[in-house]
């Protein structure tokens, strides 16, 4: 089943009043700024991860009749309400097997534009990957792009 392509259903907006405010417009994050959503990224990606898997044990239950079962067209909706929060923060979800989740961030290092990616099992997000690579060929950010504050002049701006 492709979680991913069946998530891109038509939503409702979510409320004024979501967990995020208002933080829709697009950026490229530092290491610091990214971190600080992290509390509301994980609780997100909790929440992620516990609809994706819902999902494919019905899936694995129901066989045929998954595409037209009411609690599947819900949980749909739940999902992709869900990575729409990601994406006003303005990261993004990639873990489709529902496993660890893994979020991209995007930022900006030495000049060229990148992806810091944080994985549910990390307590902090110190690595990136280049927007023609995955996220099996993360590295780590550069010392002297972490923890980096807005303002501060840096190489990754």
């Known amino acids: 089943m492709d979680f991913a392509k069946m998530t891109s259903l038509p939503v409702r907006p979510r409320p004024s009043n979501s967990r995020l405010g208002d933080t829709t417009d697009k950026k490229h ?25 819902r999902l494919q044990w019905l899936s694995d239950k129901l066989g045929d009749a998954y595409e037209t079962d009411a609690e599947v067209r819900q949980r749909i909706m739940e999902l992709h309400e869900l990575l729409c929060e990601l994406e006003s923060i303005g990261c993004s979800f990639k873990d489709w097997d529902f496993k660890i989740g893994i979020v991209d961030f995007p930022a900006i ?33 550069p010392t002297e792009c972490l923890r980096e504050e807005p303002g501060e002049a ?3 701006t």
């Open 29 to 53: 994050f530092t290491q610091a700024e990214a971190t600080k959503t992290l509390p509301l990224v994980k609780t997100v990606v909790t929440d992620i991860l516990a609809a994706g898997q």
């Open 109 to 141: 290092i030495d000049g060229e534009k990148v992806m810091l990616t944080w994985r549910g099992d990390e307590d902090e997000i110190r690595h990136y990957h280049r927007l023609d690579v995955g996220v099996e060929d993360r590295q780590l950010i």
């Open 154 to 156: 840096s190489p990754s």
